[in-house]
């Protein structure tokens, strides 16, 4: 019998996506490998592999396609709606569809340009509702705690088979019974029916392991996560427990690598993290897990409901405007949307196709809970109603060739979205002294953490930081960054005579990538009394030779450890370590 060519385009597709899903899953199981190796350098190449996968499978599934079928097949809407009804019945099993629904997407979208959006001829929505479908599956063990919190944690770590034994795996019993004992509400701590309940699969990322679950009783519930490190040349140790759910919210944030997690089932397990954090859209849960691909469909299909809803039009987003990106908003869905600029300030010496390598970087490069990520969309379409006179007519005249209208309909070629927060420089107009001297300290500790993972922000201004519903800083322009290894810190030359520190220029020769952390401070801020405040707490970013050191411990190979905790938190805790 031959097949149609709607059915060998869905077959095709599909045969694309086991090749995908298949390499996907070989790097995330051999992250337990690279754990008990400490393969930490080996670690952030996995990750940057795997996110360079997706795009990787789809460019090769496209190619196929198009040296078997002729283009007006291709490009033929009606062949599409049959091969999507195939499609549905080729995944009608899989424990992974919305996945593969949105690897159909991807390759729908290569071929029409991201035009015709339409669900007759793709997943809009998704072709199953959620809610009937249960594979079955367990995904979490249970621990019964029987009054003895000791034996219950050390029972939890053990059955994580993380292949490697623990240091004192009683010692990290007893330290995590009394941090339970003390701070569980009485009910969870006291209870003779208290149960741990921990998802089967461990989380790997950067140099941790982490166990992720719940305590509960009797329809109480407070999440749990149990960091573990590997001590080099001795084994395992349990760093701090987590209970509170922001805490377990930072773990889970967007401003972080993707965890190296089995997720068989991933609707199921998604669902599963969003009943321990329900405040985390769904998006950023799949990419949390490296499914960032069907996070941006999640993101789509949250977006277009929200818009439905009519409760609030776009908006220019509030703050300086940006010399390269024109900014706007919807605020009821807490996200950034940023289109490049036609043309860019003087002051910017770069080309479209920089600004879009360097925001390619930040998403494949560890961003080490300090600089949020983005998701990028092509052929955004929305009615032109949904948007604020001001802000229409703002974007059509900053970024023409990229914004436009048809009839009723406004067209966005190109655009990242990021997740909303506070600018930095409005949040500090509304500080008392206590809140300015934390967010300054964090704003420090945010350029130090990027930049021991080889990342230099460039354009370092309070305008190109956000503040977190969770207080904490975040780099969020992605323009002007670069290796750090790549720069060349230097101390200003002591000048020859007086006349040449008057002179209105340099008396020193400057090169393309020369930097002077001296000069920070005036450039950071106008405002005296905060310039006093930074240099007070991070003296050392002004000193060229701090940022050297910096330089040669990467140069070295050395890996950071970065926690995303407060160094406070951990049982064992080292003055040293970057955290947070």
């Not at 993101?299 to 940006?322: M, S, T, W, Y």
Request: proline share 4%.
């Amino acid at each position: 019998m031959k097949l149609s060519p709607a059915y060998r385009i869905a077959a095709t597709i599909l045969h694309g996506f086991d090749e995908y899903r298949s390499r996907f899953k070989q790097i995330t199981l051999d992250a337990n490998r690279r754990f008990r190796d400490a393969a930490w350098r080996e670690a952030q190449q996995a990750s940057a592999e795997r996110i360079n996968l997706y795009q990787e499978k789809v460019d090769e599934t496209l190619g196929r396609l198009q040296r078997t079928f002729d283009e007006d097949i291709l490009t033929h809407c009606e062949c599409w709606r049959e091969a999507k009804g195939h499609y549905v019945e080729l995944i009608g099993q899989r424990l992974d569809y919305e996945l593969a629904e949105t690897y159909f997407n991807s390759l729908f979208c290569s071929i029409f340009h991201h035009r015709h959006i339409r669900d007759d001829w793709m997943f809009v929505n998704s072709s199953r509702d959620a809610a009937s479908h249960h594979s079955g599956i367990e995904l979490c063990r249970h621990i019964a705690v029987e009054g003895d919190w000791s034996r219950a944690i050390a029972e939890a770590l053990e059955g994580a088979e993380l292949g490697m034994e623990f240091i004192d795996l009683g010692h990290c019993g007893h330290l995590a019974r009394d941090f339970l004992v003390e701070h569980l509400p009485q009910g969870l701590a006291d209870g003779t029916d208290t149960e741990i309940e921990l998802l089967k699969s461990v989380f790997y990322r950067n140099k941790g392991a982490y166990l992720v679950g719940r305590i509960h009783r009797d329809g109480e519930q407070v999440p749990l996560v149990l960091p573990v490190l590997h001590e080099e040349g001795k084994g395992l140790h349990l760093d701090t427990v987590l209970i509170e759910p922001d805490e377990v919210s930072i773990i889970f944030s967007f401003t972080r690598v993707y965890f190296q997690v089995d997720a068989t089932v991933p609707r199921e397990f998604v669902a599963y993290l969003h009943m321990l954090m329900p405040d985390k859209p769904i998006s950023e849960l799949y990419a949390a897990i490296g499914f960032f691909k069907h996070g941006k469909t999640e993101f789509f299909r949250a977006l277009n409901q929200q818009i439905a809803r009519r409760e609030d039009k776009f908006i220019i987003a509030p703050g300086v405007r940006g010399m390269v990106m024109a900014v706007f908003v919807l605020p009821s869905h807490r996200t950034v949307f940023k289109i490049i600029k036609d043309r860019f300030d003087p002051s910017k010496a770069m080309s479209r196709d920089n600004v879009r390598e360097k925001y390619g970087l930040v998403k494949r490069h560890d961003r080490v809970g300090r600089m949020a990520d983005t998701q990028e969309f092509s052929y955004l379409v929305s009615r032109k109603d949904h948007f604020d006179p001001e802000c229409l007519e703002h974007l059509l005249e900053v970024a023409p060739s990229n914004v436009y209208l048809k009839d009723d309909k406004v067209i966005i070629k190109h655009c990242y979205t990021e997740r909303m927060m506070t600018p930095l420089n409005l949040y500090l107009e509304q500080c008392d002294e206590t809140e300015t001297r934390a967010v300054l300290k964090d704003y420090g500790n945010a350029i130090k953490q990027m930049a021991a993972a080889n990342i230099f922000p460039g354009d370092m201004l309070l305008k190109n930081f956000g503040v977190t519903r969770h207080g904490r800083v975040i780099f969020y322009d992605y323009d002007e960054v670069s290796y750090l290894t790549e720069c060349n810190f230097r101390h200003i030359p002591e000048p020859l005579y007086p006349e040449q520190e008057l002179a209105d220029e340099p008396w020193y020769s400057v090169g393309p990538n020369d930097i002077f952390p001296e000069e920070f401070g005036p450039f950071l801020f106008a405002n005296v009394q905060l310039r006093k405040l930074f240099f007070e707490l991070h003296p050392e970013l002004f000193d060229a030779d701090y940022w050297k050191s910096l330089q040669a411990a990467i140069t070295d190979g050395q890996v950071i450890d970065v926690y995303p905790y407060r160094n406070k938190q951990r049982f064992a805790s080292d003055p040293g370590g970057l955290t947070y």
